[in-house]
């Protein structure tokens, strides 16, 4: 690659911080998730610029144009990897039922819900066998767009959004209203996977996804080369991010107006958990997933904010996200001049291709169900409460001060243990409780500890546990104020 000079000659090749990052060999909060590059010529060299790999899904996209210091550039072209373009390609299928994701396979049903695999109701596909990781873009300058180019180009690009959990970190929750109606089902996956796949451009119906010359890696037709045999057909760029999800599934939403019923909800209930957990509109984002049926939010700042996993902890929770909501949607305070929504309540930038659907008054009756509404942890098939009597069955008969630590945890709602009285082999010890995903194990000392020799057990078993696995020991003892000290589980 002779384009570039200087500072810039490492951005083509091998740049072993960046590949020890990409790999995770390297601490994240160094090395934030690598945006996607574009190149741009300049002189006898050029000029990298830098977006999201979400942006530069869109703005890095074949026959897209870059505006760069005054100058108009457009995509021609992504960078040929050493193995070839053949060697990147992914065969990938996903669900448009639920936007459940899957590698490699093509199953006939939806391993997260069970709905059959089959194109949605645009025509796109859901089965794809050339779908190409986004990579380094290289672009030219244009003095001049036609104007077909220009009405193709103004209408964007189908680009679908598909997630798929990590393995054994899913939690599941039910929001119920006062008299039993079920309104949500929530499912929080920590670090799971999101995939944004470009299929192509809107206005281009004839054809799915991209041409691109596997061997130049010039997008579309080559007019200069007759030889087709390098010319790749059905192209699909894709870019993928790790991150927090919590996936709602909505229960007994009215027929009339659905659609629109959904897009206000979308947008009330991103907006109220903000403003009850103060983020900043950049650190959770939605969107709509299976023709409406679930919502996917994410956490999107870097690292995540770590406020998801907590929408399922309190009974409580959706109470204080529903009154946030009725004050942000002017109920509680008349706003004379919002007909159906304004840029004080619902109405943004972000959302103004959705500005026609959004309508606040839709969803008032089903804000106030929420507003008496309570959280029904699920442990393992399990609610709250019958995950509590099985912790109490499992605890040791000889030791009241286990169910009375358990009793506390559970009347003030923190998160319940996974399991009491759970041998970890690597350590050969057997803690009271243990939160196996936080990695965290109490002891609840009582009187039986008092003992200086059995003292002096317990902390050979703790240090042991300590020194031999990743659980991080917090004891209580019966004769100290371990109320104070049980605050910590507020953070689990």
Same mark, same amino acid.
């Given at each position: 690659m002779g384009h570039n000079q200087g500072r810039s000659h490492s951005e083509f090749e091998f740049y072993p $911080?960046?590949?020890?990052? !990409?790999?995770?060999?390297?601490?994240?909060?160094?090395?934030?998730?690598?945006? %996607?590059?574009?190149?741009?010529?300049? @002189?006898?060299?050029?000029?990298?610029?830098s977006r999201p790999r979400t942006v530069a899904l869109r703005e890095f996209a074949p026959s897209n144009i870059v505006y760069y210091e005054g100058s108009k /550039?457009?995509?021609?072209?992504?960078? %040929?990897?050493?193995?070839?373009?053949?060697?990147? $390609?992914?065969? +990938?299928?996903?669900?448009?039922?639920?936007?459940?994701?899957?590698?490699?396979?093509?199953?006939?049903?939806?391993?997260?819900?069970?709905? =059959?695999?089959?194109?949605d109701t645009y025509g796109n596909l859901a089965r794809l066998n050339r779908v190409l990781p986004m990579e380094t873009a290289i672009a030219r300058r244009r003095e001049r767009i036609t104007c077909d180019e220009e009405e193709r180009l103004k209408y964007g690009y189908k680009i679908t959004t598909h997630f798929r959990y990590d393995t054994q970190k899913q939690e599941s929750a039910n929001v119920q209203a006062a008299d039993g109606t079920p309104l949500l089902k929530l499912t929080y996956g920590a670090t799971a996977?999101?995939?944004?796949?470009?299929?192509?451009?809107?206005?281009?119906?004839?054809?799915?996804?991209?041409?691109?010359?596997?061997?130049?890696?010039?997008?579309?037709?080559?007019?200069?080369?007759?030889?087709?045999?390098?010319?790749?057909?059905? +192209?699909?760029?894709?870019?993928?991010d790790t991150c927090n999800i919590l996936v709602i599934e909505l229960l007994n939403v009215p027929l009339e107006n659905r659609e629109a019923f959904i897009t206000?909800?979308?947008?009330?209930?991103?907006?109220?958990?903000?403003?009850? $957990?103060?983020?900043?509109?950049?650190?959770?984002?939605?969107?709509?997933?299976?023709?409406?049926?679930?919502?996917?939010f994410?956490?999107?700042?870097?690292?995540?904010?770590?406020?998801?996993?907590q929408l399922l902890e309190q009974p409580t929770?959706?109470?204080?996200?529903?009154?946030?909501?009725?004050?942000?949607?002017?109920?509680?305070?008349?706003?004379?001049s919002c007909v159906q929504a304004c840029y004080e309540c619902l109405l943004s930038y972000r959302n103004q291709f959705d500005h026609a659907l959004i309508n606040r008054h839709l969803i008032k009756p089903w804000l106030e169900q929420l507003l008496e509404s309570q959280v029904i942890r699920q /442990?393992?098939?399990?609610?709250?409460? =019958?995950?509590?009597?099985?912790?109490? !069955?499992?605890?040791?008969s000889n030791s009241n001060f286990e169910r009375t630590v358990l009793q506390e945890?559970?009347?003030?709602? $923190?998160?319940?243990?996974?399991?009491?009285?759970?041998?970890?082999?690597?350590?050969?010890?057997?803690?009271?409780?243990?939160?196996?995903?936080?990695? +965290? !194990?109490? /002891?609840?000392? @009582?009187?039986?500890?008092?003992s200086p020799n059995q003292r002096k057990q317990d902390q050979i078993e703790r240090d042991n546990l300590r020194y031999n696995s990743d659980y991080t020991v917090l004891t209580l003892r019966h004769d100290e104020d371990w109320q104070a000290i049980l605050v910590i589980l507020a953070d689990v």
């Amino acid at each position: 690659m002779g384009h570039n000079q200087g500072r810039s000659h490492s951005e083509f090749e091998f740049y072993p $911080y960046r590949y020890f990052a !990409a790999e995770g060999f390297l601490p994240g909060f160094n090395f934030p998730r690598l945006p %996607v590059r574009a190149f741009i010529p300049a @002189g006898e060299g050029g000029d990298f610029i830098s977006r999201p790999r979400t942006v530069a899904l869109r703005e890095f996209a074949p026959s897209n144009i870059v505006y760069y210091e005054g100058s108009k /550039f457009m995509v021609t072209k992504t960078k %040929v990897p050493v193995g070839g373009i053949e060697s990147e $390609y992914q065969r +990938v299928s996903v669900c448009f039922s639920c936007g459940y994701f899957h590698e490699s396979d093509f199953p006939d049903t939806c391993q997260n819900c069970n709905a =059959e695999i089959k194109p949605d109701t645009y025509g796109n596909l859901a089965r794809l066998n050339r779908v190409l990781p986004m990579e380094t873009a290289i672009a030219r300058r244009r003095e001049r767009i036609t104007c077909d180019e220009e009405e193709r180009l103004k209408y964007g690009y189908k680009i679908t959004t598909h997630f798929r959990y990590d393995t054994q970190k899913q939690e599941s929750a039910n929001v119920q209203a006062a008299d039993g109606t079920p309104l949500l089902k929530l499912t929080y996956g920590a670090t799971a996977k999101i995939w944004r796949i470009n299929r192509g451009l809107k206005k281009n119906t004839e054809e799915r996804g991209f041409k691109l010359d596997a061997k130049t890696g010039l997008w579309g037709d080559n007019k200069n080369q007759p030889s087709t045999e390098n010319l790749h057909t059905e +192209v699909n760029l894709m870019v993928d991010d790790t991150c927090n999800i919590l996936v709602i599934e909505l229960l007994n939403v009215p027929l009339e107006n659905r659609e629109a019923f959904i897009t206000t909800l979308q947008y009330t209930l991103e907006t109220s958990i903000q403003a009850v $957990y103060k983020l900043e509109a950049d650190e959770l984002d939605s969107e709509r997933l299976g023709e409406g049926k679930y919502l996917l939010f994410w956490e999107a700042a870097e690292g995540g904010a770590g406020v998801l996993s907590q929408l399922l902890e309190q009974p409580t929770t959706f109470q204080k996200i529903a009154n946030a909501a009725l004050d942000i949607c002017h109920f509680l305070e008349p706003k004379e001049s919002c007909v159906q929504a304004c840029y004080e309540c619902l109405l943004s930038y972000r959302n103004q291709f959705d500005h026609a659907l959004i309508n606040r008054h839709l969803i008032k009756p089903w804000l106030e169900q929420l507003l008496e509404s309570q959280v029904i942890r699920q /442990f393992k098939g399990l609610s709250r409460d =019958e995950q509590y009597q099985k912790l109490l !069955a499992q605890t040791d008969s000889n030791s009241n001060f286990e169910r009375t630590v358990l009793q506390e945890i559970y009347q003030r709602g $923190y998160k319940l243990p996974d399991a009491a009285q759970e041998l970890i082999p690597e350590a050969n010890c057997k803690p009271d409780f243990i939160y196996k995903e936080q990695a +965290v !194990a109490i /002891f609840c000392d @009582g009187s039986i500890h008092d003992s200086p020799n059995q003292r002096k057990q317990d902390q050979i078993e703790r240090d042991n546990l300590r020194y031999n696995s990743d659980y991080t020991v917090l004891t209580l003892r019966h004769d100290e104020d371990w109320q104070a000290i049980l605050v910590i589980l507020a953070d689990v």
